[in-house]
């Protein structure tokens, strides 16, 4: 197989024999392991945090919603934190996603088509882990549908996809002015207390009620709490809107996995 | 007699580095280019074995790591054909977490090898780092020299087209360094074509048919392995 490497590419020209493709999956396999074996590093629970996660910060503002004595259901809770939870580390993956391209394998070069399937494999296992203990909890102590479960898990994966793609898409900017990851750590942060996250949508009034209106993650949060029969304000809310977000959100999902080859081949000299 | 094929082929090769800089004048910062390596020319034919020589700085590392596809040029274009191995270094890419002998199972089937080869594979290694049931260790906790005995074990028993040295033997102690010494030879034996980027003006005498050496990122001279090392020697005699 020949290699042709100029400022543009770095291709390789010629047929892929099934030894390569039984190579780059065995290399996939290796980055999926890595990716999580580092999660998990010493941890006595390993990945098991990953499904613990959301639970405990979900029941430590339970018993901060407790205190206050506010009326918000627990399980409206759940749903909220969780996926805003998976939105916020969807971003950040997607923005880190080009911290490193080499795939761990430092001797060889490893092709694009390895990294991205192994990012791919990653978002769908990172989501389900995030979104199945919190999915068994509704099912098992709550009582919601079956149907709302899957709707729940459905979203978590969309949200955790979608996210990931506008990260990827923030990634270069983020690599060249970095005070951006920053300021978007306090924007996370006054979302996760203004978006319908802690609380459904119909506690919102005004122009929080309006702001919520142009945040995606209202639709997505507030779709879940519905087919979990909670409160929820997804018939209110603007369908075009939601439709808008949907495919400008695809897009860059598409765009976001389109462009780590050009990306990665462009950061091999920024220092 | 038949006519041998190109294995690399560069160029007018360029590459340039972007480095952010902050200054008096751009608080800020701005990214600033540096050139590492001008106008390289080339063409290396399969079999060959030659000699990267060269000052510390002079781009002997960019140009391997461009050439192993794994930097950018600016401009200008290398191709190269067959399977190409970077040895830089003695770190595959372990994983602290894992054993040795985990480490090198798992990266034996990323970097190709076949199920079927693979005790055989992991086998090799473990005798030539011979460092006894520390193979069975956490990797964390070998030394600096057991890491990079696994390590150079590890890329010395893969079987690439185009091998590409670097400054590589490096570590262990002075009985490992007789032992990968001969391991060495029988993997530059083994692979097609090399460049080793070397100091060592004798592993470049004894082992290398063709030097070219570079000089603030142009090559300087292209020529046989006897006449490059003596160019070299002349070029390095004029610092003071």
Known sequence: MERIINSDLCKEVGEISSKDLSLDKNRTTFILKKKFRKLSGRKKLGLVWMILDPIMISLVYLFVFTVLRASTKVESVFIGITLFRLMQLSLKTGMNSIQDFSGGLKAERVRTRVLTSAMIKYRLIDNLLQSSGVALILLLIYNVSIIGVLIFLLIAQIIGFLSEGVGMNLAPIVKNIPDISHLINYILMVLFFASPALYPMSQAQGWHYKLNELHPFTYFVETARNFADLDSSIHNLDMRIFTFFICSLLFLIYRGYSIIDRLRWRMTTWS | ?240
């Open chain 2, 1 to 240: 007699m038949v006519m041998k094929k190109n294995a690399i082929t560069a160029d007018n090769l360029c590459l340039d580095y972007h480095m952010f800089k902050r200054s008096r004048k751009k608080p800020f910062g701005e990214f600033i280019n540096f050139r590492s390596l001008s106008n390289i020319v080339f063409d290396i034919k399969e079999g060959e074995i030659v000699a990267l020589l060269g000052r510390n700085g002079a781009g002997k590392s960019t140009l391997l790591n461009t050439i192993a596809g794994l930097l950018r040029p600016s401009e200008g274009e290398v191709r190269t054909k067959g399977r190409v191995i970077l040895l830089s270094g003695a770190d595959p890419g372990f994983i602290p977490e894992l054993s040795g002998r985990q480490n090198v199972i798992e990266l034996a089937l990323a970097y190709g090898i076949s199920s079927e080869e693979l005790s055989a594979f992991v086998r090799s290694i473990e005798d030539f780092a011979d460092i006894g049931e520390a193979f069975d260790r956490k990797f964390s906790g070998y030394s600096t020299g057991m890491r990079g005995k696994v390590g150079f074990g590890f890329i010395t028993a893969l079987n690439p087209d185009i091998l590409l040295m670097d400054e590589t033997l490096g570590v262990g102690d002075r009985e490992f360094r007789a032992k990968a010494s001969t391991r060495l030879e029988e993997f530059i034996g083994r692979a097609g074509t090399v460049i080793i980027s070397t100091h060592s003006l004798g592993l470049a005498r004894d082992v290398c048919t063709r030097g070219i050496v570079l000089d603030k990122g142009k090559i300087f001279c292209d020529t046989s392995a006897e006449d490059a090392i003596s160019k070299y020697m002349k070029l390095t005699a004029k610092v003071p």
